[in-house]
């Protein structure tokens, strides 16, 4: 009698964008040093080697994470400078649509770009800095849409687009913050509301 060894099935091919996802939750929920590449791993259900083999680091992940962040969850907030017709109009649909992105609870709350890297060691210095520069483009963002309508007349002569546009990052700063210590979604709406009241 002959018996013959059952073949193995074709190991699971290795889904990046998958991993990626997985890799951006971790991050999001408990930081960029918080997160251990053995936490990494488990989540993703691979090992050491393929994570190296497929993303380099775990700084390479965690900046194809802040890419794919920036392309996803975070994309509300200069989409809706860009498709409304006044800055002003743009600020209040994208306040509003951080209290409820920060809120949602298919993933986790505030906002990555503003929480993955605070009070880092000086070994992550340059992820801090990644994260900083990304907020402060926004920042240059919303202050050059500011200008272009206070010069074309829709805002007041007088409005300092500096202090304006840092006002909005503040409050979304905050916003993401109150997220993360359990604000609710109508309570940040209001907080967006009495943001936009402060505007001219």
């Known amino acids: 009698m002959t018996t013959t060894t059952p073949r193995r099935g074709r190991p699971r091919a290795f889904d990046r964008d998958r991993a990626l996802a997985v890799a951006m939750r971790a991050f999001w929920e408990h930081g960029f040093e918080a997160t251990s590449i053995a936490e990494l ?38 989409r809706a400078l860009a498709e409304e017709l006044t800055v002003r109009q743009g600020v209040a649909r994208m306040l ?29 210095a340059d992820i801090e800095e990644l994260l900083r520069r990304q907020r402060n483009a926004n920042v240059r963002e919303i202050e050059h849409r500011i200008r272009a309508d206070t010069e074309a007349g829709a805002l007041p002569p007088e409005t300092d687009a500096r202090a304006l546009a840092t006002f909005t990052a503040v409050t979304l700063q905050g916003m993401s913050q109150q997220a993360r210590d359990g604000a609710t979604r109508a309570q940040l709406e209001a907080v967006a509301q009495a943001a936009m009241r402060a505007w001219p």
Do not use: W
């Open 96 to 124: 509003q649509e951080a209290a409820a992105e920060y809120t949602d609870p298919q993933h986790p709350r505030g906002c990555l770009v503003i929480s993955a890297a605070t009070n880092c060691s000086p070994d992550s």
């Open 41 to 78: 791993t488990g989540a993703m259900g691979i090992g050491a080697p393929s994570l190296y083999a497929a993303f380099g680091d775990k700084k390479a992940l965690f900046r194809e994470v802040v890419e794919a962040y920036g392309r996803t969850h975070g994309a509300f907030a200069m």
